[in-house]
């Protein structure tokens, strides 16, 4: 029973629980119930990842309506895994938000904090189930409208127009993304996935479809900050509240690349999106840009959230590069480092969130000699840095690896080259902080500071060691991904 | 203990000894036991790989499978047993040398030291006993970052600068050039095993691999071709035990070692010498040996003049494994070793040197004979051995590289060997023999001997007595290696 409706669930769970939320009133409540069904929302993906790697891709009629007249929820194992990604770091996410929370929120706004945080989760979670392009449209929209509520709750008032610069530039793409979908409806008649991919050849040829083409992937290039379509994102998770850029972070940006495959590869069919439109060589030049640009900015920033933030742009670009190639190895190496991103992302911005609540700070100047009173936190920023760097036996080795070998297998060496090079300027931005934080002396700030608390620590050393184990042993996400791209290239063939 | 345990635990041992050097932070006596304890045992499980080894066993175990086909394994061949028992030996030495330099010196943060020269160890052992390139690019990184603290371990501004420098240069070749290299490989052979007659012959075209050996030489930075040679004499900044095994020795090794390994087992001598670029990187090695010979007779500070020394003695080990002739690797192999005892002694006797009289530079030496006598003996023999005339040990590596020249039909290269061993003479010798027949400043108390601490001058003894006993007794290092050159 309860495994019949998990795909249901799996949404349904944090829609029902976030107006409970306001209800309750008392942070600490709402905190319990938030934690509750974050940790539930994992036990399902579980469920549903473990059913899908047996079974194959998962169909789900909403309310017992038949696909076409109905909207359907479809799970393949792209979808698991990145219900995956996202649930678990909504599940580590919880015991982290409970102190910084307090810390960084006035009391009367917690409760609906968790509200909003519940609607995010939900959209999220509901954009990557669903097999209707019009209610992806629409957990689409609930996820973004909560995001924005949930960055505008930052502590300095900068968040709050870095939440309007998202508003109106998330709202662009959420109308592109609308216009497209009412521009293929006009022309086949169906919202519904399975059946656009089999209407679609016969019409593809028109003027309309590829303006409905061109539409869409502009929109969801804003969604995912693809280069230079990513101008509301480095003071989004810069001024949001700590927890709010980790779960944006490791999950929003994914699930729009993740949108971005449906669409090109199970909606518009990798023929018409990569031979016909030539998509793949636009993405492959943004995203070389996105990889070296963004990665030289970041390493000037004093902000380290949004050096942070500069890098996750960078990171961006090695997804959109491996889906570029349009092999099953390109897509296979960008879902391998969606999934290891998510994780790095995760735990470098906890340790951030750590560093503000006990230093009230994020700024390089501010946290000179940090080692000393920190020792965990910033051991957690090293390690993880390593990762972003790509350092063996790290996730962030093996995601490199897979992307320079799809380069190469693609014939496109100078990319491999590429990737490399900017792997290492994320050396020199990761080793700014480190020799900031271990080798300056630190200033007169004597016994004041302590180290995070164990709430937050062991959230962030949890990612942290997923992020070695997965980096020691990668069969999960390879094989995970592997399958995912060969359903999803497979799809298309069809 | 069956093989495969022993292979695993010589990888293993040094990173488990982190967790005694550091529960015995508060207790310094102990906290050297547990390293020189370690060493001791690293040694013996070592000494019985190269046993299997001699008797024609490759032990060979695999540990875990990190992406589908390549897999985290190792294996004892002859090479890499010699070369495990080259760093394990002198660890053990450098291990007694350190408690009398880091206490003599009065240094800080020991305990950070010591674990992190463990840590070095276990990714030099891995490195050495690497099953496959995959896992032997692992530890090769592992063994950057791992010696990073070391380097800057003063934590000053010259220091951190020196680790930027390090750091860059090493990770930086590293990533850009052997990580593109070896991926490469792998998308054009599907394997990355060493198997002998190498992996690339009849798969990749001689251009190709041509260029595969190019971004390999340069991307393996810790072998210090010029122009990546920069990151050796800024590294010089860490304390002497650290420069002494670990950039005279452990390091550097790591970086020719792996080298000579690509020719033997990735690219085969017979399909090394058929590619044509391999030719003309003969020629950046040889220029490396005479350029950096010519730059350390400029230096004043002794180390940095021992750091250019050792630039161009990688050369040789380099320009052996280039010239793709079994004397070739023969001699690369045991200059490895003698070329490792001969620096490693200079670099104790300057430790020393510092630690009993606080001078650094060679135009301070003169007369020093008299107060440091066994000191400026065992130079002048380490001296003798990298210059390489008998009866110590550096002669025997020249003689096959020698040979070697003469079998690739490499007049020329004959010609630079024999030029850089007349420079060595030159930057070299003048120390000794300055401290010994010039009298210095006269001070009343300059006759007096005032040798380092014992741990110090009995570990630079040791090596330098090393070095004598190399000549005499090669004919094991000899046998070892011919099961390398010739195929069993």
Redesign the interface.
């Known amino acids: 029973m309860l495994i019949l409706h998990a795909p249901a669930l799996q949404v349904a769970l944090p829609l029902a629980a976030a107006p409970l939320c306001v209800l309750l009133r008392s942070p600490r409540l709402a905190w319990v119930l938030a934690t509750l069904v974050s940790w539930s929302a994992l036990g399902i993906a579980l469920l549903l990842a473990e059913q899908v790697m047996q079974s194959g891709p998962l169909s789900y009629a909403l309310g017992d309506w038949a696909a076409p007249l109905g909207i359907e929820y479809r799970i393949d194992t792209a979808g698991a895994l990145m219900l995956l990604v996202i649930t678990s770091i909504g599940a580590l996410v919880m015991p982290f938000a409970y102190r910084s929370v307090q810390h960084e929120l006035r009391e009367d706004s917690i409760a609906l904090f968790y509200t909003c945080y519940l609607l995010c989760l939900t959209g999220l979670l509901g954009i990557v189930v669903t097999g209707d392009t019009f209610n992806l449209f629409v957990f689409l929209e609930i996820s973004s409208l909560s995001s924005y509520v949930l960055i505008s709750q930052g502590c300095s008032r900068r968040a709050l127009t870095a939440a309007y610069q998202y508003l109106v530039m998330g709202t662009i793409g959420a109308t592109f993304i609308l216009i497209g979908v009412g521009l293929l409806y006009m022309m086949t008649g169906t919202l519904n996935m399975a059946d656009l991919a089999q209407r679609l050849p016969a019409v593809s040829e028109t003027r309309t479809i590829r303006v409905a083409f061109a539409f869409v992937t502009v929109g969801v290039s804003l969604k995912l900050a693809l280069f230079p379509l990513h101008l509301w994102l480095p003071n989004a998770y810069a001024f949001a509240p700590s927890v709010v850029s980790v779960f944006i972070a490791a999950t929003a940006t994914k699930v729009g690349v993740y949108v971005l495959l449906r669409l090109f590869f199970t909606v518009f069919g990798a023929q018409f999106s990569f031979t016909a439109m030539h998509v793949g060589d636009i993405l492959m030049a943004l995203a070389a840009a996105a990889m070296l640009i963004a990665s030289l900015v970041a390493v000037f920033q004093q902000n380290i959230k949004r050096m942070l933030a500069y890098s996750s742009l960078a990171q961006v670009g090695y997804i959109v590069l491996g889906i570029s190639l349009a092999t099953a190895a390109g897509v296979a190496a960008g879902m391998i480092h969606l999934f290891n991103h998510a994780l790095m992302k995760g735990a470098l911005f906890m340790a951030m969130g750590s560093i503000f609540l006990r230093l009230g700070s994020v700024d390089i100047r501010d946290m000179q000699g940090l080692a000393r009173h920190m020792p965990f936190t910033v051991a957690a920023f090293v390690v993880g840095g390593l990762c972003l760097v790509g350092v063996p036996l790290s996730t962030g080795f093996v995601s490199k690896w897979y992307l320079v070998e799809a380069a190469l297998g693609a014939g496109h060496w100078p990319l491999a080259v590429l990737v490399l090079a900017s792997s290492l300027i994320a050396l020199v931005y990761i080793w700014r902080v480190v020799e900031a934080t271990c080798f300056q002396p630190a200033p007169a700030r004597a016994g004041s500071l302590k180290e995070a608390p164990a709430s937050m620590l062991v959230p962030t050393w949890v990612l942290i060691a997923a992020n070695l184990y997965f980096g020691i042993d990668a069969s999960l996400p390879s094989s995970m991904a592997r399958q995912g791209a060969e359903t999803l290239l497979g799809f298309a063939a069809r | 203990m069956s093989p495969e345990i022993t292979l695993l635990a010589a990888v293993a041992l040094p990173f488990v000894a982190l967790l005694p050097v550091l529960a015995l932070r508060r207790h310094p006596n102990l906290r050297e036991s547990a390293t020189l304890v370690t060493a001791l045992c690293l040694l013996l499980l070592v000494l019985s790989l190269l046993n299997q080894v001699q008797q024609g066993g490759r032990p060979a175990a695999r540990v875990?499978?990190?992406?589908?086909g390549l897999s985290?394994a190792f294996e004892a061949e002859p090479l890499g047993v010699l070369f495990a028992l080259l760093a394990s030996f002198l660890w053990l030495v450098t291990a007694v040398y350190s408690i009398g330099y880091m206490r003599g010196h009065g240094e800080a943060h020991q305990t950070r030291f010591y674990a992190c020269f463990a840590a070095a160890l276990g990714s030099t052992m891995g490195v050495a006993l690497a099953g496959n390139l995959f896992t032997l690019?692992?530890f090769y990184?592992?063994l950057t970052?791992t010696t990073y603290p070391l380097v800057?371990h003063n934590?000053d501004a010259v220091a951190?600068h020196a680790g930027?420098v390090y750091?860059?240069l090493l990770?930086?070749s590293s990533?850009?050039f052997f990580?593109?290299a070896l991926?490469?490989t792998?998308?054009l052979t599907g394997t990355l095993a060493f198997r002998h007659g190498g992996i690339l012959a009849g798969l990749v075209a001689p251009g190709t691999a041509g260029i595969l050996l190019a971004l390999y030489l340069f991307g393996i930075g810790k072998a210090a071709l010029m122009p990546l040679h920069r990151w050796l004499p800024a590294a010089m900044v860490a304390p002497t035990p650290v420069s002494a095994l670990l950039h005279a020795v452990a390091v550097v090794k790591a970086g020719v070692f792996t080298v000579l390994k690509l020719a033997v087992y990735i690219f085969g001598l017979d399909y090394l010498a058929a590619i044509p670029l391999t030719q003309w990187l003969t020629y950046v090695a040889a220029a490396t040996l005479l350029l950096a010979s010519l730059i350390a007779l400029r230096q004043d500070n002794l180390k940095l003049r021992l750091a250019y020394s050792t630039i161009g003695q990688l050369s040789y080990i380099v320009l052996g494994a280039l010239l793709a002739t079994p004397a070739g690797v023969l001699g690369g192999g045991l200059h490895m070793v003698m070329h490792a005892f001969g620096k490693i002694t200079l670099f104790f006797c300057a430790g020393a040197i510092l630690v009993a009289s606080g001078k650094t530079r060679v135009s301070e030496m003169r007369g020093l004979g008299r107060r440091m006598p066994f000191t400026m003996a065992a130079f002048l023999i380490a001296s003798l051995s990298i210059i390489g005339i008998p009866p110590l040990g550096g002669f025997w590596s020249k003689w096959f590289l020698g040979l070697a020249t003469l079998d690739a039909d490499r007049l020329a290269m004959l010609a630079v060997i024999l030029t850089s061993s007349l420079l060595s003479v030159a930057y070299l010798l003048p120390i000794p023999l300055r401290a010994f027949f010039t009298d210095g400043k006269p001070q009343p108390q300059a006759a007096r001997v005032q040798e380092a601490p014992l741990a110090c001058v009995a570990a630079l003894l040791l090596t330098a007595l090393g070095c004598l006993l190399l000549f005499l007794l090669p004919e094991p290092l000899y046998r070892l290696l011919q099961l390398l050159a010739v195929p069993e």
Not at chain 2, 64 to 68: A, F, S, Y
Request: no cysteine; aromatic share 8%.
């Open positions: 875990v499978e990190t992406l589908p985290i690019f692992i990184e592992l970052l800057t934590g951190r930027r750091l860059g990770l930086g990533v850009a990580l593109l991926i490469a792998w998308s």
